[in-house]
């Protein structure tokens, strides 16, 4: 999971933390959503308390869309259920 410090690039090849693929291209809520893909792309330096969120999901409701999150609105931890 990105933390304090790292850059996040997200473009036209996925999600890439610090220069490292972290996800593929795949924004699945675009259309949904009715925005386009380009308009989630940018790049995001994670400054202190600050997380990034990603699912492996094509339609992960996630960072992707919503921005980064601060550590202080974590309250409970997350378990991956399978």
Same mark, same amino acid.
């Given at each position: 999971?990105?933390?304090?410090?790292? +850059?996040?690039?997200?473009?036209? %090849?996925? @999600? &890439?933390?610090? #220069?490292?693929?972290?996800?593929?291209?795949?924004?699945?809520?675009?259309?949904?959503?009715?925005?386009?893909?380009?308009?989630?792309?940018? +790049?995001?330096?994670?400054?202190? %308390?600050? @997380? &990034?969120?990603? #699912?492996?999901?094509?339609?992960?409701?996630?960072?992707?869309?919503?921005?980064?999150?601060?550590?202080?609105?974590?309250?409970?931890?997350?378990?991956?259920?399978?």
């Amino acid at each position: 999971m990105p933390k304090s410090g790292d +850059t996040v690039d997200i473009n036209k %090849n996925g @999600i &890439f933390v610090n #220069g490292l693929e972290f996800r593929d291209r795949k924004f699945g809520l675009t259309e949904k959503l009715k925005i386009s893909e380009e308009s989630l792309y940018k +790049t995001i330096q994670l400054r202190d %308390n600050e @997380i &990034f969120f990603a #699912g492996t999901a094509d339609n992960s409701f996630d960072s992707v869309y919503w921005g980064v999150g601060n550590t202080s609105q974590i309250i409970a931890k997350a378990i991956p259920l399978w």
